[in-house]
T-cell receptor, first 109, second 114 residues
Framework: GQNIDQPTEMTATEGAIVQINCTYQTSGFNGLFWYQQHAGEAPTFLSYNVLDGLEEKGRFSSFLSRSKGYSYLLLKELQMKDSASYLCAVRWSNYQLIWGAGTKLIIKP | GAGVSQSPSNKVTEKGKDVELRCDPISGHTALYWYRQSLGQGLEFLIYFQGNSAPDKSGLPSDRFSAERTGGSVSTLTIQRTQQEDSAVYLC????????????FGPGTRLTVL
């Protein structure tokens, strides 16, 4: 079967750093995506990893280890507007993605 | 440029009625996806359209669900004889169909079946 796991909820403090983990088991692998979804809004694209290693984009970084079936999203200098759900998704075919249930991130002042 | 749009944003219906949900993808995007998002669960794939190819309907949960894409652009998801378990947010996404092929999502339609 195919499976993606990520924590249901995390809490962090404004200005701090948080790491959201994602583990996956899929029949194929053609890249891993992270999306951000604010409550009641559409998911928006954050990052894409297809090779092992770290991709940095401003305050956000994403890491991938294909051999371990593992990724994380690192958010630095947290701001209140970062309060949202973060969705991990793996493209397991040419076009199909399997999605995690999302990690709700709560930022406290 | 305009993003993906969906209508209606909210739909409340009675059990047993039919509903139609509309999606307008980003202009020029050849790929279009429908997903269902229920509380506490990952996005559930429903159907995929790519250009003039036959759609991938493998995610449709029952024969009460169907979708069309006219002229390679607008898509309509139809749910017949709605049931309470159909209550969810229905999201549409489009992509260029090439390269990174990032999916861009519409705001969704929140369907409530009473």
């Amino acid at each position: 079967g195919q499976n993606i796991d990520q924590p249901t909820e995390m809490t962090a403090t404004e200005g701090a750093i948080v790491q959201i983990n994602c583990t996956y088991q899929t029949s194929g692998f053609n890249g891993l995506f992270w999306y951000q979804q604010h409550a009641g809004e559409a998911p928006t694209f954050l990052s894409y990893n297809v090779l092992d290693g770290l991709e940095e984009k401003g305050r956000f970084s994403s890491f991938l280890s294909r051999s371990k079936g593992y990724s994380y999203l690192l958010l630095k200098e947290l701001q209140m507007k970062d309060s949202a759900s973060y969705l991990c998704a793996v493209r397991w075919s040419n076009y199909q993605l399997i999605w995690g249930a999302g990690t709700k991130l709560i930022i406290k002042p | 440029g305009a993003g993906v749009s969906q209508s209606p944003s909210n739909k409340v219906t009675e059990k047993g009625k039919d509903v139609e949900l509309r999606c307008d993808p980003i202009s020029g995007h050849t790929a279009l996806y429908w997903y269902r998002q229920s509380l506490g669960q990952g996005l559930e794939f429903l159907i995929y359209f790519q250009g003039n190819s036959a759609p991938d309907k493998s995610g449709l949960p029952s024969d009460r669900f169907s979708a069309e894409r006219t002229g390679g652009s607008v898509s309509t998801l139809t749910i017949q004889r709605t049931q309470q378990e159909d209550s969810a947010v229905y999201l549409c996404a489009s992509s260029s169909g090439e390269g990174l092929d990032t999916q861009y999502f519409g705001p969704g339609t929140r369907l409530t079946v009473l």
